[in-house]
Nanobody, 125 residues
Framework: VQLQASGGGLVQAGDSLRLACAVSGGTFSDYDMGWFRQAPGKEREFVGFISRSGIITQYTDSVKGRFTISRANARNALYLRMDSLKPEETAAYYC???????????????????WGQGTQVTVSS
């Protein structure tokens, strides 16, 4: 399975951006998906999760109400809509896929078997 993240860029604080993740080499609807981010000098952190059906979503507290995860199974695509971006959210954003979620583990990097290469989001103040 290959994941290709795109859509990053340089924006100003308060702006919006939509990231996309194209998935190939597998049956997209078999995978639960996650978004993570890693800022310079910091550990990679969980951003959000969407179940394979698209019915269940989860977010880290800091992005709730501003970020929205969605997916289009017919197009093998995952999205992350980010509104009201903040400078501290400057990071490389990664999409990830897994076929197996254990209870409560959707926010753990160890849960995900496949990773995209990351797309850089830079938010200027």
């Amino acid at each position: 399975v290959q994941l290709q993240a795109s859509g990053g860029g340089l924006v100003q604080a308060g702006d919006s951006l939509r990231l996309a993740c194209a998935v190939s080499g597998g049956t997209f609807s078999d995978y639960d998906m996650g978004w993570f981010r890693q800022a310079p000098g910091k550990e990679r952190e969980f951003v959000g999760f969407i179940s394979r059906s698209g019915i269940i979503t989860q977010y880290t507290d800091s992005v709730k109400g501003r970020f929205t995860i969605s997916r289009a199974n017919a197009r093998n695509a995952l999205y992350l809509r980010m509104d009201s971006l903040k400078p501290e959210e400057t990071a490389a954003y990664y999409c990830a896929a897994t076929t197996q979620i254990f209870r409560g583990s959707y926010n753990s990097q160890k849960t995900y078997h496949y990773w995209g290469q990351g797309t850089q989001v830079t938010v200027s103040s």
